[in-house]
């Protein structure tokens, strides 16, 4: 099964480097960036981002459609209380 552009939601590198109330913190991380500078998350938004601590993991699943791999600080990403229980 091959993985396309399609399988992905685009998030914009700004809106999870940004602190939002509500949101949990995650990182620091290597992510994968697209040339829009949006970094991915795998089908429905916010579940599965496509980010790894260690980078080579990151650059072996490097999508086509991927510019940069990039290192991330801190993302601040929302959350569902039921994903975790």
């Excluded at 991915?40 to 579940?47: G, M």
């Amino acid at each position: 099964m091959s993985v396309k552009d399609s399988d992905f939601v685009r998030v914009p590198v700004s809106e999870i480097t940004t602190p939002k109330a509500g949101r949990i913190c995650y990182g620091p991380s290597w992510w994968q960036v697209t040339e829009n500078d949006e970094v991915l998350f795998y089908k429905r938004i916010w579940h599965s981002p496509q980010c790894n601590v260690n980078k080579s993991i990151v650059e072996r699943l490097k999508r086509p459609f991927v510019k940069e791999i990039r290192f991330i600080e801190m993302a601040f990403l929302p959350h569902n209380c039921g994903d975790y229980v």
